[in-house]
């Protein structure tokens, strides 16, 4: 079962094969016609496209490295995808397109700034950096820093002008921007920390020498307000107070004048206090970190780098730092040895004036206090904006982004579009697909008869054979002239088909054959099925009964008589007269029609061809009988009537179905249905030709001509 299956599907596989081949071989000039048509239109059509040629230029974009690292020694070295989609959508902006507009100055480009209406020249600069911006494309090769700027344009020179300065502006306008507004932003910063350092310097002396001035030397260590004035503390408590000043007024001379001294000698670095003050050592970490990072810049890229540049800037911004604080320290020092001493005064003064000065050193010590609020605001004022402009300076090193053109847009050689060879290739594809479409088509919409399907399924009769359409002018001379050949073949298998492989049949000797509509090869058909029965040594007679047209002289080559058929018919002549009889080099016997005839009358209805027809029978092994067409035509129904067996004969690919059956209904009524049906001038490569009998390919060989 599995075997029949499987033999089943190759041989409808092959069926489907020759199909497609057939229709292919009958309508291959449509077919060509078609595809070359659409090939040649979709060709002019590509090769009419404008070309358009693609400039890149190529930026890379230097991940930040932060100048003022944590002191863990922490280095930014990359940069999120999300900031390198920013940087390609600053491309699109209409800001740097309208710059590159009027770097080009392409406002007065005839293609770009081409309208419809007229616009002012605000307005035109934006249609053109639109129409810049529709042709510009930024892309990120891969997960590298560096970016595709292109620019599709007719000209390759303009092409490479426009993405060239796409690629300078955004250089210019986008990081260079941001470069100078971190810039500004830390030189306003330096000011403010300059003005403010040195308000609090001068709120610091003020309040010093207020303090001196009036003897408001005690204060809280824990908030710095006064906690009373001499007068308002004890003697004792007042003596040993003047002691402790006195004593801590000596050293903090001391200290101060060893300050001075090394300062004079060693520098203010080396003042202990210095050393010691917790902002000092932060700022140096900080500044051994800028010079390393300055050593490194200077290394890579040299003294004149922006990076080695901005080095030098915040190394310069440490040392002012580091030097303003020194002062302070050591100035805080003398302060300190100052208030110490005027402290020790005050105290000592107090002592004896006690009672005279304690209304003044009263009002005195709110004014203190005043001062001091007003330094320590200032002080802490410093200090939040010191953070701020550290804090405002890294960031802003961190989100800018140093980039560099890598490779200047050249004018490109060849154009990006139209493909023209991927498009040629798509047009042939294109038109193989619309004439196979074509073909496919007329093949459903035709209504002729191609295929023993046809035949046996949509006509109800068996196919007896299919006869190849040949090329000779007399088809029928190929049974006598090449026996061998595939058409006189095809006619020894309608023979067959005919009468069977048992002998001749007695009850059968007039054949008669027709077809539904005039030149359908049936006059050809019958006259080389007559040479073939008359081939086997049976007496044979041909009768052409087609009497409106008489095409059987021409066919066989053999002039009528004087007189024919319709002399015959219109009694003017007898059988003898009419009969060619055969001959030794021609064993078939004919009665033709000298000459068309045309009338009214059915020559046909009368008893002399019913008595020609039995004349015949009783003369001749078998008669074949040449009738008209049977749609239109009465004369063929009457004859089909007078014989015995009758062949349909149909032309490959151009009877129509529909008239096939008229012509079928119309011998079925009159009880002759057909024994089989001929189909003529049937394609080699048809696939009833090929599948129905003979197998072309194979067969070729052994239905050699040569062996004729």
């Not at 959508?89 to 293609?111: I, M, R, W």
């Not at 690629?167 to 003005?195: D, F, M, N, P």
């Not at 609090?200 to 030397?217: M, Q, V």
């Not at 594809?429 to 399924?457: F, N, P, Y």
């Amino acid at each position: 079962m599995e075997i029949a299956i499987a033999q089943q599907d190759e041989s409808t596989l092959a069926e489907i094969i020759l199909r497609a081949r057939d229709v292919f071989s009958r309508r291959k000039k449509i077919f060509f016609a078609v595809s070359a048509t659409c090939f040649v239109g979709i060709g002019a059509l590509v090769f009419a496209l404008p070309a358009q040629y693609v400039a890149i230029s190529h930026i890379r974009i230097d991940p930040t490295r932060d100048p003022v690292a944590s002191q863990t020694g922490e280095i930014k070295t990359g940069l999120t995808d999300e900031a390198i989609q920013t940087e390609v959508a600053a491309f699109y902006s209409l800001g740097l397109a309208k710059s590159v507009v009027d770097d080009l100055q392409l406002t007065k480009d005839p293609e770009l700034a081409k309208t419809s209406v007229p616009l002012s020249q605000d307005d035109l600069r934006v249609v053109v950096a639109n129409t810049l911006l529709r042709n510009l494309t930024v892309t990120r090769e891969q997960q590298t820093y560096v970016l595709d700027v292109s620019y599709k344009n007719h000209d390759p020179v303009k092409a490479a002008q426009i993405a060239n300065a796409f690629s300078e502006h955004y250089i210019k306008g986008a990081v260079g921007t941001r470069t100078s507004v971190a810039s500004a932003q830390a030189e306003w910063y330096q000011q403010q920390l300059t003005k403010l350092s040195k308000q609090i310097s001068e709120a610091d002396d003020a309040a010093a020498r207020f303090k001196a001035a009036n003897g408001l030397t005690v204060s809280s260590a824990a908030a710095g307000n006064y906690a009373g004035t001499l007068a308002d503390q004890e003697v004792p408590a007042l003596a040993g107070s003047l002691a402790d000043a006195e004593s801590t007024a000596a050293a903090a001379r001391a200290q101060y004048q060893a300050a001075l001294e090394q300062a004079r000698r060693h520098g203010s670095g080396s003042v202990q206090a210095v050393l010691d003050s917790p902002a000092v050592t932060q700022l140096k970490a900080q500044r051994a970190q800028i010079v390393q990072m300055q050593t490194t810049a200077n290394a890579n890229y040299g003294p004149l780098h922006p990076t080695a540049r901005q080095s030098n800037a915040s190394l310069a911004d440490i040392d002012a730092q580091i030097a303003s604080e020194s002062h302070k320290i050591i100035s805080a020092l003398g302060s300190a040895a100052v208030s110490a001493q005027a402290r020790a005064d005050s105290l000592r003064g107090a002592l004896g004036q006690i009672d005279h000065v304690r209304k003044d050193q009263a009002q005195a010590s709110v004014e203190a206090n005043a001062l001091d609020r007003e330094a320590d605001a200032k002080r802490d004022l410093y200090k939040q904006l010191s953070t701020d402009a550290q804090t405002s300076l890294q960031s802003a090193q961190n989100s800018m982004s140093s980039a560099t053109i890598v490779d200047h847009a050249i004018p490109p050689q060849d154009p990006a579009s139209p493909n023209r060879p991927l498009f040629l290739v798509l047009a042939a594809m294109l038109g193989i697909m619309a004439g196979a479409a074509t073909i496919a088509v007329q093949e459903m919409l035709s209504g002729s008869v191609r295929s023993t399907d046809d035949i046996e399924k949509k006509l109800g009769l068996r196919l007896l054979t299919a006869v190849p359409s040949v090329s000779d002018p007399r088809p029928a001379s190929l049974i006598v002239g090449k026996p061998t050949s595939i058409y006189a073949e095809s006619f020894r298998i309608a023979r067959t088909g005919l009468f069977g492989s048992r002998g001749w049949p007695e009850d059968s000797p007039v054949i008669a054959f027709t077809s539904s509509l005039p030149a359908e090869g049936k006059t050809t058909s019958s006259l080389a099925f007559a040479r073939s029965l008359a081939d086997t040594g049976r007496r044979t007679l041909i009768i052409d009964c087609d009497v409106r047209r008489a095409a059987l002289p021409g066919a066989s080559g053999i002039p009528a008589r004087e007189h024919g058929l319709t002399e015959y018919l219109r009694g003017q002549a007898e059988i003898e007269d009419i009969l060619i009889p055969a001959r030794d080099d021609d064993p078939l016997a004919m009665i033709l029609v000298n000459a068309p005839y045309f009338s009214a009358t059915n020559l046909f209805d009368t008893e002399r061809m019913a008595k020609l027809v039995e004349w015949a029978r009783a003369n001749f092994d078998q008669v074949v009988l040449d009738l008209p067409p049977i749609v239109g035509l009465a004369d063929g129904r009457y004859l089909a009537a007078l014989a015995d067996v009758v062949i349909f004969v149909i032309k490959w690919n151009s009877t129509p179905l529909s008239a096939a059956r008229s012509a079928l209904d119309a011998l079925q009524d009159i009880g002759k249905p057909p024994a089989g049906v001929l189909v003529n001038a049937v394609s080699e490569n048809s696939e009833m030709l090929a599948s129905g009998y003979y197998y072309l390919n194979r067969y070729s060989s052994y239905y050699n001509d040569a062996k004729a």
